[in-house]
């Protein structure tokens, strides 16, 4: 069955410290991969997403993604955390032609301190 | 910026009432989701749409019914709320060639006391 695994629950860096959130998901094929965020109280917006081709992805605000096929991860990165990025992140993953029902992971909590 | 509106953002509601959660956008997108989110929890699709009168079930069962009569609403409707339907509803949408490029509401917080 697809899963998807985000093994931290809460993860508290200092500002501009660099970042790590770490994905894995298990899969038959290769899946579609995507990473949401939701600040507190809103709903989930798009950061990047992972289709094919290029393995390293770029999304906004300045995250990025690698996908390790051999890992089967999909961990989003970024170098230098801002206090706006206090959020909750969540990977998911969609099956080719699943028509974009997604499977989310349980989320990351991040907590940026001053 | 998306345009997806839910309504109520928070309702507080004692056992047995009927409720419906409003969701409607303004993309012209076609498929339409609601997804249950509790806290430390997966967001689990309940119910999706491909467009008018399309209905489907998700992966995790639900007492909550829908509807799509026109492509930019898609209310969800509990016929007779119990404390275990207390958790966030969020709706979103999406191209129907877009797979996964979901766009969510800020969502409803539903408490049934």
């Known amino acids: 069955a697809q899963s998807v695994t985000q093994p931290d629950i809460h993860i508290t860096v200092s500002e501009g410290a660099s970042l790590e959130l770490r994905c894995n998901y298990s899969y038959g094929a290769t899946p579609y991969l995507f990473w949401y965020v939701q600040s507190p109280g809103q709903g989930l917006q798009l950061l990047l997403k992972?289709?094919?081709?290029?393995?390293l992805v770029q999304g906004i605000k300045g995250f990025e993604a690698e996908f390790k096929r051999s890992q089967s991860s999909f961990n989003l990165r970024k170098p230098s955390v801002h206090w706006s990025d206090a959020a909750e992140y969540f990977c998911?993953?969609?099956?080719?032609?699943?028509?974009?029902?997604?499977?989310f992971g349980k989320g990351t909590k991040l907590s940026v301190k001053p | 910026e998306a345009d997806i509106y839910q309504t109520p953002r928070y309702l507080v509601i004692g056992t047995g009432k009927k409720i419906t959660l409003e969701c409607s956008q303004t993309?012209?997108?076609?498929?339409m989701y609601w997804y249950q989110q509790d806290p430390g929890m997966e967001l689990h699709l309940i119910h999706y749409s491909y467009g008018v009168n399309s209905t489907e079930k998700g992966d995790l069962s639900s007492e909550s019914t829908v509807s799509r009569i026109r492509t930019e609403h898609f209310p969800l409707t509990l016929e007779s709320a119990r404390p275990s339907h207390t958790s966030q509803y969020l709706c979103a949408s999406s191209e129907y060639r877009r797979t996964g490029e979901l766009f969510f509401g800020e969502g409803s917080r539903l408490t049934v006391l």
């Open positions: 992972y289709f094919s081709g290029d393995t």
């Open positions: 998911a993953v969609g099956a080719r032609g699943s028509q974009g029902n997604l499977i």
């Open positions: 993309m012209g997108h076609d498929k």
